[in-house]
């Protein structure tokens, strides 16, 4: 059973794009348009395709999304339909995901380096100790 629930799946040939409206059952308040955007893509096997979260929107009472997704073969066609603001919230969104995750690489390796030298170090104070017991 998949979270995803499609309402509709319309292919608009006038605009040359495909609009899904689908429900994400159970992630009312902790989904990302990014994150919805690659769990359609994944769901419908969009790959190669551009898919660009239009809308989320939580229902009230419920850990219900309705979301909308617009899914274009061109990325140039998109750009030409769609609001640039939308393209620029979507950029920056992935200029912060990417800046974390180069923080968080940067921060394992600073945390496995320290613990390599606390081995060290305790490998150090054990062959002292071992040293002066041998004396």
Known sequence: MSIIETIADVDNGFLSRRELTCNFAGLGGKLKSLEAADMVTKEFKLDGKVVIPMRLRTHVGKSLI??????????????????????????????????????????????????????KADAETTEAKEEEKSE
Request: proline fraction near 2%; hydrophobic fraction near 35%.
């Open 66 to 119: 309705t979301g909308t997704f617009y899914v274009y073969d061109d990325e140039g066609l998109a750009k030409k339909h769609i609001n640039p603001t939308i393209f620029s919230r979507l950029e920056k969104t992935k200029a912060k995901i990417a800046e974390a995750e180069a923080a968080a690489k940067e921060a394992i390796s600073e945390e496995a380096q320290a613990e390599d030298g606390e081995v």
